[in-house]
């Protein structure tokens, strides 16, 4: 069954605090893995997409990386305006374009 | 440009009665999708339209819910006969249709159902 785990379900950090939050996924075959920020009241922001194990995109203070069975979103010297909810989703290699989502990590970065 | 944009924000109604929620997708995509989110959880999927056909439908929780679009355009997701339960936001995404497409999603709906 596929499937996407997401931990911790809360982090809260100082603000310069790097840390790291992880999304273990089972699916018959990963088209794509995906990243995504929700602020409280938002819909999902797209932050990055992961094709393959070994990848690895960065933007500003994140950096996201994938191996065969996880993700890994990794937050450099966070500052309290990354505070929001993290969610990470995949897209099956197989069908149609059925994508699951974990259950999120809120992180909170405080000053 | 513009975005993906739902309406309306926010819909109370009472048990029994029936919803309708609207999504307008970025102009030129061809692929549509709707979610659930309840409260403190993840983005659980309802429906997938590729320009005005549904091929996944797997979703929907019950014969209560139903989807449609027209062209690649406007999509409705009605829920009739609302029941508490139902309560959650919708949020609604779309990507222009090709393998490994990023989604946009819009703000989504909040339904309260008391």
């Known amino acids: 069954e596929d499937q996407v785990t997401q931990s911790p379900e809360a982090l809260r950090l100082q603000e310069g605090e790097s840390s790291s939050l992880n999304c273990s996924y089972t699916?018959?075959?990963?088209?794509?893995l995906f990243w995504y920020r929700q602020d409280p009241g938002k819909g999902p922001e797209f932050l990055f997409t992961l094709y393959s194990a070994g990848e690895e995109k960065e933007k500003e203070r994140l950096k996201a990386t994938l191996t065969k069975k996880e993700s890994f979103l990794h937050i450099t010297a966070p500052k309290p305006e990354d505070s929001a909810t993290y969610l990470c989703a995949v897209q099956a290699n197989r069908g149609f374009n059925k994508f699951y989502f974990g259950s999120g990590t809120k992180l909170n970065v405080k000053p | 440009g513009a975005g993906v944009s739902q309406s309306p924000s926010n819909k109370v109604t009472e048990k029994g009665k029936d919803v309708e929620l609207r999504c307008d997708p970025i102009?030129?995509?061809?692929?549509l999708y709707w979610y659930r989110q309840r409260l403190g959880q993840g983005l659980e999927f309802l429906i997938y339209f590729q320009g005005n056909s549904a091929p996944d439908k797997s979703g929907l929780p019950s014969d209560r819910f139903s989807a449609e679009r027209t062209g690649e355009s406007v999509s409705t997701l009605t829920i009739q006969r609302t029941q508490q339960e139902d309560s959650a936001v919708y949020l609604c995404a779309s990507s222009l249709g090709g393998p490994q497409e990023t989604q946009y999603f819009g703000p989504g709906t909040r339904l309260l159902v008391l």
């Open positions: 102009s030129g995509h061809t692929a």
């Open positions: 699916v018959s075959g990963l088209r794509g």
